[in-house]
């Protein structure tokens, strides 16, 4: 664990190699890498255990590599379910937050081409800026440490804005802190990143990517609306095992724009295999110089008081269970699911993970993959998507009970039992209580005057629960929430 800047930073500095997202692989226990044997019986125990992920119905694509080498490669089940098109490794997919290493990437590129430095004050690029974020600096903003909002009130990604609207909505808003005095995640930071590139380069964001970037990676498959996509190729993301529609659909409604509410945060779509270009040419100095990859991979400031990850510019900075360095990203929009991790002390070994079903179990197979590879006797755990669905009031077992339950004290139909006594019972782990009530709250403001439509119970013991507006809308299913049972019939986890 990584316990104090100071007591660790001579140490991370060693540890910073390229990398990128949430789950990466080792193909071996040992620092230095054998091929043969080791490689054939490592192979025959991912694809055992991806086998089953896929017999039960989980949808993704994955890649393993190691020391410069594609070690494993392959898609899961259907990115396509009305046509039956079956996911593979070239299925496109949205990274969601691993954008943000684009845009951090690029930003340091002109800081090598004298076009600006890390240090600006960004009331170098808006003079009219409010006097509380003058001093505000581009570090700051690429760290999460600048006091800007996270997100903007109706601030939704598909929510067309002008770049003057969504500036006067930053300029305007009150600072979450003091800037530098700590970290709290921004989306909204990423995006003012993305605008000062634009004012510098006088491209628009996507454009200066594609042409400085992604052609000279060979990365065809990523971008917003520029690549002549194959919409056939393009996974269509589920919720409440319904179809959400793709983002570049969606696009298409707002006049073929992309929303400064999701441009240089999130959003890009990508696969796998172009992902791991990017990480190759960056590994070879294709793209930035040496100097300023290991800033961008440098482990800048601590996430919380005793966290043990630390911020780069766009990477997370941690250490594995085994003591190695680690640098990570993953990105979601709570339907899909991307992460990239790299090892680079353990056979510089890579994994890329994405789905088009985000659940509590299909986040984390990149991370089973992870504990496979370097425990043999490790089972690891497979998400079982088969559900069944049960209509509102439905109650064949104990945990659709407490669900009920729930549910009516959500929706204030159920004034006798309060929120604080359902935890007590049914939620055991004291330190989740807090999140919870949060969870709670802010799921009754946003569902007020709604109904249950349904509850899928899905075999690993987790459930969506669908709600309705009166006017029978659902705005891109965000009604849609599960819970996570244990054994004993008690609630470990929630989300939404």
Same mark, same amino acid.
């Given at each position: ?46 694809? #055992? ?9 989980? *949808? &993704? ?24 098109? *079956? ?11 691993? +954008? $943000? ?29 409010? /006097?509380? $974020? ?5 570090? /700051?903003?690429?760290?999460? +440490? ?22 006067? /909505?930053?300029?305007? #808003? ?95 779509? *990508? ?39 630390? !911020?780069?510019? &766009? ?37 890329? !993970? ?121 705005? /891109? ?20």
């Amino acid at each position: 664990m990584v316990t104090s800047i100071k007591k660790k930073s001579k140490k991370m500095r060693n540890l910073l190699i390229p990398m990128f997202g949430i789950i990466v692989l080792l193909t071996s226990c040992k620092r230095k890498g054998t091929t043969n044997p080791e490689n054939s019986i490592l192979k025959n125990r991912i694809e #055992s255990y991806l086998n089953k992920c896929d017999e039960n119905g989980v *949808s &993704g694509s994955i890649l393993i590599a190691q020391e410069g080498k594609i070690l494993y490669s392959r898609g899961l089940g259907l990115s396509d379910r009305n046509k039956n098109i *079956s996911t593979t490794k070239e299925t496109i997919f949205t990274i969601g937050s691993i +954008t $943000k290493q684009f845009t951090a990437t690029a930003i340091l590129k002109l800081q090598e081409e004298g076009k600006l430095s890390v240090e600006d004050s960004i009331s170098k690029f808006f003079p009219n800026i409010h /006097q509380d $974020k003058k001093n505000i600096t581009i570090h /700051q903003l690429l760290t999460h +440490t600048s006091g800007i909002i996270g997100n903007l009130n109706n601030g939704g990604d598909f929510v067309l804005i002008e770049k003057e609207d969504f500036l006067s /909505q930053v300029i305007n #808003s009150p600072l979450d802190f003091y800037p530098g005095s700590k970290h709290k995640y921004s989306n909204v930071g990423y995006s003012v990143l993305a605008i000062i590139l634009e004012k510098i380069t006088q491209q628009s964001y996507e454009e200066y990517l594609q042409q400085t970037f992604f052609k000279k990676a060979g990365m065809a498959n990523t971008g917003y609306l520029l690549p002549k996509w194959d919409k056939t190729k393009i996974a269509r993301p589920y919720k409440c095992e319904e179809d959400n529609g793709t983002h570049l659909e969606k696009w298409k409604t707002t006049s073929n724009q992309v929303s400064y509410h999701l441009k240089g945060n999130g959003g890009i779509l *990508s696969t796998p295999s172009d992902l791991y270009k990017w990480y190759t040419a960056l590994k070879e100095n294709q793209i930035i110089s040496k100097k300023s990859f290991d800033s961008l991979v440098y482990p800048h400031v601590i996430t919380g008081k005793n966290s043990p990850y630390y !911020y780069g510019y &766009g990477w997370i900075i941690s250490e594995s269970k085994r003591n190695t360095k680690k640098v990570w990203h993953n990105g979601s929009n709570n339907i899909n699911y991307a992460s990239f991790i790299q090892l680079p002390e353990e056979n510089n070994t890579v994994i890329i !993970y994405m789905t088009n079903q985000l659940r509590h179990d299909t986040k984390g197979i990149g991370i089973e993959v992870e504990k496979l590879i370097f425990d043999e006797n490790y089972q690891p755990i497979v998400p079982k998507m088969n559900s069944s669905k049960y209509a509102a009031g439905e109650e064949p077992n104990e945990r659709m009970v407490i669900i009920n339950k729930f549910v009516s004290i959500l929706l204030k139909k159920n004034t006798e039992e309060s929120i604080e006594n359902f935890m007590k019972t049914n939620v055991p782990n004291i330190d989740k209580h807090k999140s919870f009530k949060m969870y709670f709250n802010d799921m009754q403001e946003e569902f007020t005057d709604y109904r249950l439509v349904h509850t899928l119970e899905y075999e690993d013991y987790t459930y969506d629960i669908l709600l309705e507006s009166k006017q029978g809308v659902i705005e /891109q299913l965000t009604p849609c929430f599960d819970f996570k049972f244990n054994n004993q019939n008690k609630i470990i986890d929630f989300g939404w």
